[in-house]
């Protein structure tokens, strides 16, 4: 035990800005990993209490190590390598699928101005973060050299350029509202005396609904898996992926559905402010605690509309995100623009 | 530049929706479906073959493995046809008894196609609500036969025995006890009547939760309506019966055109499709879960008033009971003979038919007097339905295909038999 202490101190001090710069990694990525392992397990308790089964209760006491004894038997399996396949690319792929999504985590504040990088561009880091992921499904679906990922691959690219364009107009319209780029800022815009009636959920309503269901078409959950698939092209881009790349491809997907719903309070829901005035003491007092209640409520409706709805088809995820929502978002865009310009909606505190 | 060209696409054998193992191969433009050629016989076991090769009684149990979600009705059909050229009838309370488990299959089959169809069109839930009443159904089966799939409960002549005077419980486990037990065993407390009567009362609710998430559901609709259209046209040109047919508006049903067991003497109602759609078959399945619902309240009823005999006393067929054989010669006689050699069935040709819940399912029977069919051929169904496969999805996507697989209510055991 004292020689690895020492070793430790020994790494530290020789290399003070490398120690710095991996802690400064595992600050954020080992909640978040441990976050996505929780998450797989209430998605699972949660759908199997809604479909009146037990969910995992073996592993560990209420399944919780269910996920954690599934992450081990993926990264001990073999990595198949499908004939004729890219390899380089197929390797590549879950990495670049994998990277923006936990990049994206850099700029999402916990509190006033606590984040690991508060930088006054954050949203347009996050739109830029989540649009990379993409090329990970699409590189994927093509050095697969398999119909089924390919379909899945093309599927993916289609619907998440097209939800992209309403989600960005949704995020323009908090922008206007806001005033700003900084997550930070957009979060204290939203503060004020009325509480949760101050949120923008209210002036930006179809803005927000819009902006959740495109986050599940843009995370390719149900009911827009359409890229995954799994009763017509069977698991679509990552069909052919097994072992760590295929734990990989699950991390993301699951760290991507987290952060749209930690992202969803911070834009339209007040992020850490608390519902209620402050005259209530302990529970009118703002804190991370609401932003995470937030969030899981909005992880926990993930899981909701996957136990219970049928998957739309391909070309009718398109008709949805190209002539309903985009419309609506660009009317509204509009609508928060005047909002702003005559002083309707009054923000910060 | 380079042309562009459609591309073919294995579907199955080992894919999620393929029932089983059906393998299809698709000539793709993008994602539109060109040309989809079936491909069967992965789940061959030469039924047909093997019924020619051993007595008849003993041939029973290949029917339950047939079509294996909808076992009594196929082996109704054949002991029908074995009836049919022996030139006997079951009591009256055995007919009324395999009216009563038809129609508990006829629920059963149904239960599966619900859950699998809107399994493969991405809704989880109604795959798990549906085997939760399969579940208690099962439970009859294995309570009147002792096998839960494969019942081989019908013979020539009747039925094995009797319903069970009292319902098998649940007994208590680890996972199962005190209160939960209490819940599962509450129907449980007397006769299989009283269980399927407690069944029948809370089933239509039952129904109406898996409606709740499917028939107005926005998306349920979109996947279904105008999808896989058949018109009447087709459907009787392609041979199609059942659901398919009255899906596509046609009013035909062998249990109201040709009787047989009690169904003319049970008040039902046939529903009919207009569109021809997969919404329409769906909404018709639906209905038909209702209307079995029916007819099994008014079979409990009469077999709770008439008891009787189940099987015929002629034991030139039917095996006589094991108190008769204590100190009876002729009975023993009787009985070594027909579990060695059978019975011989006269000279004919026959072809019995019932309506199965996928369709007609109908036997056609040889015999040249000896003691094994002379030739057997089953008309199963979802072959019939299968073969129009092609002509129904050209032009639709590939997400359509597996609807109208669902639709179809294909089960591969009776298409390759």
């Known amino acids: 035990m004292d020689s690895i202490t020492a070793a430790f101190h020994w790494f530290v001090s020789t290399f003070p800005t490398l120690s710095m710069a991996l802690g400064l990694l595992l600050l954020p990525l080992v909640p978040l990993i441990i976050g996505v392992a929780m998450y797989v397990w209430w998605e699972r308790k949660v759908i199997g209490w809604m479909h009146v089964r037990m969910g995992p209760n073996k592993v560990g006491p209420f399944g919780l190590a269910q996920t954690f004894a599934d992450v081990f038997k993926l990264l001990l399996k073999e990595v198949v390598y499908p004939a004729n396949s890219n390899k380089a690319l197929f390797l590549l792929a879950p990495l670049w699928a994998l990277i923006p999504s936990f990049a994206a985590w850099a700029v999402i504040p916990i509190g006033p101005n606590v984040a690991w990088s508060n930088a006054n561009a954050g949203l347009l880091f996050l739109l830029a973060m989540t649009s990379m992921g993409v090329y990970g499904i699409i590189i994927a679906g093509w050095a697969s050299n398999s119909r089924y990922a390919m379909l899945g691959a093309m599927r993916s690219a289609a619907q998440v350029v097209s939800y992209e364009i309403a989600m960005g107009f949704s995020l323009v319209s908090v922008l206007i509202l806001a005033g700003s780029l900084n997550l930070s800022d957009i979060v204290q815009a939203q503060a004020g005396g009325k509480g949760l009636f101050d949120w923008f959920w209210l002036p930006l309503l179809p803005m927000f609904v819009i902006y959740f269901v495109s986050g599940v078409a843009e995370t390719n959950r149900a009911p827009f898996d359409v890229a995954e698939g799994e009763s017509e092209i069977v698991a679509g881009f990552h069909v052919e992926y097994s072992g760590a790349p295929f734990a990989v491809f699950f991390l993301t997907e699951y760290a991507n559905m987290i952060l749209v719903s930690f992202l969803a309070p911070i834009l339209f829901l007040g992020g850490w402010l608390s519902p209620f005035p402050a005259s209530w003491g302990l529970l009118g007092e703002p804190g991370w605690w609401w932003l995470c209640a937030k969030a899981f409520f909005f992880a926990t409706a993930y899981v909701w509309f996957r136990a219970s709805f049928p998957r739309y088809r391909y070309d009718q995820i398109m008709r949805l995100g190209w002539k309903v929502f985009i419309p609506i978002t660009i009317v509204w865009v509009f609508v928060a623009g005047c909002m702003k310009y005559f002083g309707w909606v009054t923000t910060g505190a | ?417």
């Not at chain 2, 036969?145 to 419980?169: F, N």
């Not at chain 2, 040109?237 to 049903?253: K, Q, T, V, Y």
């Open chain 2, 1 to 417: 530049m380079q042309e562009i060209k459609n591309y073919t696409m294995n579907f199955g054998p080992q894919h999620p929706a393929a029932h089983g193992v059906l393998r299809l191969v698709l000539e793709m433009d993008g994602e539109t479906v060109v040309r989809a050629d079936p491909h069967i016989g992965l789940l061959h076991r030469a039924t047909e073959k093997l019924a020619e090769s051993k007595p008849f009684n003993q041939s029973i149990g290949y029917m339950d493995r047939l079509d294996y979600v909808s076992m009594m009705c196929n082996e109704h059909a054949y002991v029908r046809a074995i009836e049919n050229l022996l030139g006997i009838e079951a009591p009256e309370r055995a007919q009324w008894i395999r009216t009563m488990f038809d129609e508990i299959t006829r629920i059963l089959n149904h239960l599966m196609w619900i859950g699998s169809n809107a399994l493969d069109l991405g809704a989880m839930a109604v795959f798990l609500y549906a085997f939760r009443e399969r579940e208690e159904l099962m439970d009859c089966y294995e309570a009147v036969s002792g096998a839960r799939m494969h019942a081989t409960y019908y013979r020539p002549g009747g039925v094995y025995r009797d319903l069970p005077e009292v319902m098998p419980k649940y007994g208590e486990s680890k996972w199962h006890k005190g209160k939960d037990l209490e819940r599962l065993n509450q129907w449980r407390g007397g006769s299989m009547l009283d269980f399927l009567d407690a069944f029948c009362a809370d089933f239509p609710r039952r129904v109406d939760e898996y409606e709740e998430l499917l028939t107005d559901n926005r998306i349920w609709k979109q996947r279904t309506v105008d999808i896989g259209v058949v018109s009447p046209e087709q459907a009787l040109a392609w041979g199609m019966s059942g659901p398919m047919l009255r899906g596509s508006g046609i009013e035909w049903d062998l249990r109201k055109k040709q009787p047989y067991a009690k169904y003319a003497e049970v008040d039902f109602d046939v529903p009919v499709g207009v569109k021809g759609d997969c919404y329409d078959r769906y909404l018709v399945r639906v209905e038909e879960m209702r209307q079995s619902n029916r007819i099994i309240q008014q079979c409990v009823k009469w077999l709770r008033a008439n008891p009787g005999p189940v099987m015929v006393r002629n034991y030139k067929v039917v095996p006589p009971s094991r108190v008769e054989m204590k100190d009876d010669m002729e009975a023993l006689i009787h009985h070594f003979k027909l579990f060695s050699e059978g019975y011989a069935v006269p000279a004919g040709e026959t072809y019995a038919a019932v309506e199965a819940p996928k369709g007609e399912f109908g036997i056609y029977l040889v015999s040249d007097g000896a003691n094994k069919p002379f030739r057997l051929k089953c008309r199963a169904p979802s072959f019939v339905h299968l073969s129009s496969m092609d002509a129904i999805v050209r032009g639709y996507m590939l997400p359509d295909v597996v609807a109208m697989i669902g639709t179809y209510d294909v089960v591969f055991g009776e298409v390759d038999r």
